[in-house]
């Protein structure tokens, strides 16, 4: 499997001609991807009663569509998509948030969250981002495939946005439609970056703990959702597939799947209400 090297250069992921198994990560600083300077901050306009993590926040949060729950990550290496699963959780991959070497290879080691942060809205222009408190991950998938999993979690709770539900009574069965959606872009994409539904992909196998489909995917669609049942529900996490440049072109890809590491998702929500992770128990991956 090759995966991306670091970002140097505009020419380092964006001059890729031929398909290789790569994780979808959009590197900062490339020239096919770009920090959306000024986006405004979503600041809380008022705290609630039930606390000080509860707030609202102004327009235009209460024209927000039930889609904005799919948002954009952004890191101090690279970029992602997630998903607000919860008001101020996110889900997305693991190796979205884990720290890599200058030759471009995957460490265990995750990013401080003060570098990380969500940028809230589906267009070209972000209307505003916020910042990221903790993150949890399994103590493996920072490479990709099985583990990729990982969750966010905000330093507010986004009152009034919408979330997507998560399937987690098990796997999604052969033959499914499945839906990726993220805010990757393709070095021969004519458009710029911004949320895209990705075609359907057919479910072809599974194991344990990832979903294996051909999917049109393009760099930075890493850690968005895989959509089940019309796109109400997430059912697991875009992590790897075959890239050729070109949007329009399917490959083999892995999704990795939510219902294996649903001790991940009540971690996370556990450290949003005021517990320390190092007061929980550790996380563990599938034998």
């Not at 405004?40 to 509860?54: F, M, Q, R, T, Y």
């Not at 981002?129 to 990729?148: K, L, T, Y």
């Not at 959606?181 to 393709?186: A, E, H």
């Amino acid at each position: 499997m090759h995966r991306e090297p670091p970002p140097r250069s505009a020419s380092t992921s964006c001059a890729a001609a031929t398909a290789c198994l790569s994780l979808l990560l959009l590197p900062t600083g490339l020239g096919c991807a770009y920090h959306r300077a000024g986006a405004p901050v979503a600041v809380p306009a008022a705290d609630l009663k039930e606390g000080p993590n509860l707030r609202f926040f102004p327009p235009p949060f209460a024209l927000a569509a039930p889609e904005d729950a799919i948002v954009r990550i952004v890191g101090p290496q690279m970029n992602c998509s997630g998903t607000l699963v919860d008001d101020d959780l996110v889900l997305t991959a693991h190796h979205c948030v884990v720290q890599r070497k200058p030759n471009g290879d995957y460490t265990k080691d995750l990013n401080d969250p003060k570098e990380v942060h969500v940028e809230l809205g589906g267009d070209y222009l972000a209307w505003g981002h916020v910042q990221v408190s903790a993150i949890v991950a399994p103590p493996c998938g920072e490479a990709g495939g099985a583990g990729d999993v990982a969750v966010l979690v905000l330093q507010h709770k986004l009152v009034g946005l919408a979330t997507l539900g998560v399937r987690l009574e098990g796997p999604p069965r052969i033959g499914e439609q499945l839906q990726p959606v993220g805010f990757g872009r393709c070095s021969m994409s004519s458009d710029g970056i911004r949320r895209q539904e990705r075609p359907s992909g057919t479910v072809m196998a599974t194991t344990g703990e990832t979903i294996h489909l051909r999917a049109s995917i393009c760099p930075g669609d890493s850690g968005g959702p895989v959509l089940g049942r019309g796109g109400t529900e997430v059912v697991g996490v875009i992590s790897m597939s075959a890239m050729d440049g070109d949007d329009r072109t399917t490959g083999p890809s892995v999704m990795a799947r939510i219902d294996a590491y649903r001790s991940v998702l009540a971690h996370a929500r556990l450290v949003a209400d005021g517990s320390s992770l190092s007061e929980l128990p550790p996380l563990s991956c599938l034998p």
